[in-house]
């Protein structure tokens, strides 16, 4: 019999133990970077061969295979690759490697992938690469595999720069990179190495387009011209296309660093038509400078004209140095002062006011719905959280199931991706369904507050301000009626109609009893008045 030393009881460390099962677990990842290898299979096909072989020659045991597929390793944000990650953190058997072909399969990314590793590392699990053998276990090895990932980001930006050169180098030619602009094709029917696009049928209608905004016509009656004629285009995509110098015939790009260059392509407008239409666009048909993000017009595409539909702009008359109002649409005769819009704007927001004298009745009116439509939110908000848990738990066992071999890609993918579609589905309902308001009674008094002085904090506030209490009071913009000189609402906040139509019965009755508003539908709740700053 072995004596025991009593003094051994004194010593540190762990008592190195045999290989354990854990100790021999791993999976196998493959991946290539196109489509193209993919289909052919070849290389994963080679890859899947020798991560086999290298599992077979050391007594290894295949726990699942990932990849399979092609997944661009210039960023960590992959789907099988974060699949992977996900089972080995999570494996109970427990992971001791990963093997892949080699370490430019594993990631491009430099230090992210040094990264990622060493917390790998910290877990126990390492990364090795069957046809670099590199000793992981010591610091040289780590050493080594570092230098490798560095060197795979390395070749990665050595490529992507080379192929920015070549781009630089041929838009300096006069040649066009990427996908022909709007007009534009390319013409694929003549060989050569010179490159070839040609004006096609929608270049021949943006040529009228140019024309028109030169004559100083809005982009909203430019655009519906192009519909009727067929080409679709959104007046905001309009002048990206009216700053474009393509169209004329030139090159401007990043890679050109400031440089405007002529291209071989043939212009849709001539380079004196493109810059008229560009002073048009700062500038309207009558030469009045055109103002934005003002102070003194506000409602400028906020309201628009109850004739035309058309959003109304705003300029100045520097002689006067006065502020105006008009509908662009031409034919239109919607031009109205600032100064007069402003005062019905104000007299508008005056008749949504909270009076002082129905404030703590319509208070606790509305903390008493609030309290009601959000009493049932609790018990579905738990049931709601209970059903995550067992779809978060079922996608787990799929997940294992696949990586373990006892149901195919399709199988996975098809039941995966119902679990994945309800999870994602029940989060949202969750996300919208909490109770976000920490403080109702606040929150009440605070929306109150914002209702009795509401036209005068329009009035004080700044040009951000103005517009967010605009869009908070009237969401869905106003209609300026210049026959009669007055607004139409077309949406008015929830919360603005019912403080109005209580004080509105408030005002009514004589005794100051009014209706019990408990009946008020759910959506009212949600719908509130949120601060402007």
């Known amino acids: 019999m072995k004596t025991i030393d009593p003094i051994s009881q004194f010593s540190k460390g762990k008592v190195s133990l045999a290989v354990t099962k854990s100790d021999r677990n791993v999976v196998i990842y493959t991946r290539v970077s196109s489509k193209e290898q993919a289909e052919t299979n070849q290389s994963l096909e080679t ?55 080699s370490l430019d399969r594993f990631s491009r990314t430099g ?25 992981v276990s010591t610091h040289s090895g780590v050493l080594q595999q570092n230098i490798q990932f ?10 992507r720069e080379k192929c920015i050169a070549g781009m630089k180098e041929k838009l300096l030619r006069g040649e ?60 905001k995509r309009l002048s990206e296309i009216f700053r474009n110098p393509f169209y004329c015939g030139y090159l401007s790009h990043t890679l050109l660093e400031g440089q405007v260059i002529k291209g071989t392509h043939e212009g849709i407008v001539s380079k004196e038509l493109f810059l008229r239409a560009n002073d ?3 500038n309207n048909a009558y030469g ?25 702009t705003g300029y100045i008359v520097k002689a006067k140095n006065l502020y105006y109002y008009k509908c662009n649409k031409i034919g239109c005769k919607c031009n ?48 709601r959280k209970q059903r995550l848990g067992e779809l978060n738990a079922k996608l787990e066992q799929v997940e294992e199931r696949y990586a373990y071999g006892e149901i195919d890609r399709e199988v996975f993918e098809k039941v995966g991706g119902k679990l994945k579609a309800e999870i994602t589905t029940l989060n949202k309902e969750v996300e919208n369904s909490k109770n976000k308001i920490s403080n109702p009674a606040k929150f009440i008094d605070h929306s109150l507050e914002i209702c009795v002085n509401l036209s005068d904090l329009w009035l004080s506030s700044e040009y951000y301000e103005k517009i967010k209490l605009q869009d908070l ?25 019912l403080t109005h139509s209580f004080t509105s019965n408030f005002r009514e009755n004589k005794n100051g009893q009014t209706r019990n508003f408990s009946d008020l539908p759910a959506w009212v709740a949600p719908v509130g008045i949120e601060p402007t700053s």
Not at 115 to 134: A, D, H, N, W
Not at 150 to 159: A, G, H, P, T, V
Not at 199 to 225: P, Q, Y
């Open 288 to 312: 009045y400078k055109q103002e934005s993000k003002n102070i003194n017009i506000p409602l400028k595409n906020y309201v628009r004209c109850s004739e035309c539909g058309t959003p109304l």
């Open 111 to 135: 230090d992210n992938a040094i990264f990622i590793s060493s917390e790998l590392k910290k877990r126990g699990i390492s990364i090795v690469s069957v046809t670099q053998p590199i000793d």
């Open 176 to 235: 066009w990179t990427g996908g022909a602009p709007v007009g534009y094709s390319y013409d694929r029917t003549v060989s050569g190495k010179n490159q070839r696009i040609v004006i096609n049928e929608k270049g021949v209608v943006l040529r009228h387009a140019f024309e028109l905004k030169a004559k100083g016509v809005s982009n909203t009656e430019i655009a519906d011209k192009l519909a009727k004629a067929g080409l679709k285009i959104n007046k």
């Open 150 to 159: 560095i060197f795979s980001k390395y070749d990665n930006d050595l490529r």
């Open 280 to 282: 048009a666009l700062s």
């Open 473 to 497: 009071a009237f969401p869905g913009g106003i209609l300026f009626d210049r026959k009669n000189d007055d607004y139409r609402t077309l949406e008015v906040n929830a919360i603005l109609e």
């Open 336 to 383: 109205r002062s600032a100064s007069a819009m402003h005062k019905l704007y104000v007299a508008l927001l005056k008749k949504y006011q909270v009076d002082e004298e129905s404030r703590e009745m319509l208070q606790e009116q509305l903390l008493m719905t609030y309290d009601r439509l959000t009493s049932s939110d609790i018990s579905i908000m738990a049931l």
């Open 47 to 101: 890859q899947k061969k020798y991560c086999l072989e290298y599992a077979l020659k050391n007594n290894l045991n295949i726990l699942g295979f990932f990849g399979g597929t092609y997944e661009s390793a210039k960023t960590d944000e992959r789907n099988e690759f974060n699949r992977m990650i996900r089972f080995v953190k999570n494996q109970k058997e427990g992971v001791s490697k990963i093997l892949v072909y």
